[in-house]
């Protein structure tokens, strides 16, 4: 729930208010030219100056009631309405033991390829507002980490717990294609697009990634293709018994493959050596897949101003009774 005024403007009267329940208080209360006032002070109940003000303060905050229930206070939300298909989008992301090379950078710091996959991933998400987007993980096995969802919030927090080996340490590349697309099978999207992210090759798994996009293609599904990693020999933190150190090691990237892949799928092949190549190549997918969503917004509103006019009325008929009855104050 969130909170406005309807009519802001009204606020404006604020400020006079306050100016004139000031300059009320400040000037000389009204009274009587008399030769002995001394006889006076007795008539006056013994001069209580606060007591005498009350009418006059139960007054302006009353005044300042009233202008606040005029700008007509109110709680309110929005549901939206979708009222056609977006695009469903199955992001399959390797979390082999060679995504640990720390040959990309964040923030000038050195970190490994699935942290950086995680940022520009997360930047993606946020992105497709009324997609629906799934994601399956993949290693030695491929399993699905999130179904087709549009719960945002529910992605990030899968995409922030990935890590790597946590689907073995191998790379099953045809497995996570045919899981991909078994999750796309039977929707009904304007477009489906499978996105899929490794920097190896396919070593494990019983189907080939070639065969794999074959039939996710007949599905009517586009497949897009990114491998990561520098040329040549990454660095990779290994534990030894005389403690941490960093060695160079190769990691071959099989790109034919993956070329092969985008061509079957009718999608494109990326290659991203660094984390701001990475995250060019998310948004120039972000903005080729691309369709027109008709949203309907629907505002609920709860008004308030009766919290702030009930309590005026209050002020108002005490001050009434105040004069009248107790703090008489003669013409």
Same mark, same amino acid.
């Given at each position: ?11 404006? +009267? ?7 329940? +000031? ?19 007795? +008539?006056? /109940?013994? /001069? *209580? ?10 007054? /302006? ?10 700008? =007509? ?54 992105? =497709?507002?009324?997609? $629906? ?14 179904? @087709? ?5 529910? @992605? ?45 090759? *396919? ?13 996710? =293609? ?8 990114? /491998? ?16 941490? =150190? ?5 990691? *071959? @990237? ?16 990326? $290659? ?31 008004? @308030? ?27």
């Amino acid at each position: 729930m969130m909170f406005r005024f309807a009519y802001p403007v009204v606020l404006l +009267l604020l400020p006079v208010v306050t100016g004139w329940f +000031l300059f009320a208080l400040w000037r000389k209360p009204s009274g009587i030219t008399y030769s002995m006032t001394s006889k006076m002070a007795s +008539l006056a /109940g013994g /001069g *209580n100056r606060i007591l005498a003000r009350l009418p006059m303060i139960l007054r /302006g905050c009353t005044l300042v009631l009233l202008v606040l229930a005029a700008a =007509r206070p109110q709680l309110y939300n929005v549901s939206r309405d979708v009222r056609s298909p977006g695009v469903d989008i199955i992001l399959c992301l390797d979390t082999s033991e060679s995504m640990q090379a720390l040959d990309f950078k964040l923030d000038n710091e050195p970190v490994t390829r699935l942290t950086a996959v995680k940022k520009v991933v997360n930047d993606f998400i946020k992105k =497709r507002d009324t997609d $629906r987007i799934g994601l399956v993980v993949f290693g030695e096995e491929a399993f699905t980490q999130s179904p @087709l969802t549009v719960d945002k919030g529910l @992605l990030l927090g899968l995409v922030d717990k990935m890590e790597i080996g946590m689907a073995g340490d191998r790379t099953a590349m045809g497995s996570a294609i045919a899981i991909g697309g078994k999750r796309l099978k039977d929707l009904k999207a304007k477009s489906k697009i499978l996105v899929l992210l490794t920097d190896g090759r *396919n070593n494990a798994g019983e189907i080939t990634p070639l065969a794999a996009a074959e039939a996710v =293609r007949a599905l009517g599904v586009k497949i897009y293709t990114i /491998g990561v990693g520098g040329k040549g020999p990454a660095p990779f933190r290994i534990k030894t018994f005389l403690g941490t =150190r960093l060695v160079h090691q190769q990691v *071959n @990237l099989d790109e034919k493959t993956l070329m092969k892949v985008a061509e079957t799928g009718g999608g494109e092949y990326f $290659r991203a050596s660094d984390s701001r190549e990475l995250s060019e190549i998310y948004d120039l997918i972000d903005r080729a897949e691309k369709t027109e969503v008709k949203v309907k917004e629907f505002f609920h509103f709860k008004e @308030l101003y009766y919290y702030f006019l009930v309590p005026a009325l209050i002020l108002f008929g005490l001050e009434i009774l105040l004069k009248t009855w107790i703090l008489r104050v003669i013409p």
